[in-house]
């Protein structure tokens, strides 16, 4: 029978020394894609684009931007 324990293996600890800031800041504002698996067991791949920092400033998350959009459509639609 194992063991349960609390304690992290040595693979998984960090050497918060040896890290290097802001390593991948510049792939992820240029964007980045994440494949999904459905409950059919088909994948599904969404590409994040990143907020540029004047946009984020007035619509910081995706339901804000989301929900200017829809206003614009229905201002259009008008």
Do not use: C, W
Not at 18 to 39: C, D, E, L, M, P
Not at 41 to 52: L, R
């Amino acid at each position: 029978m194992n063991k349960v324990t609390n304690e992290m293996k040595d693979e998984y600890k960090l050497d918060p020394q040896k890290g290097v800031r802001g390593k991948y800041h510049k792939a992820f504002r240029q964007g980045y894609s994440v494949k999904i698996r459905k409950t059919n067991g088909e994948f599904e791949q969404q590409y994040f684009a990143s907020i540029e920092s004047d946009v984020h400033e007035y619509y910081p998350n995706s339901d804000s931007i989301k929900k200017a959009l829809r206003n614009l459509i229905r201002k259009e639609r008008a």
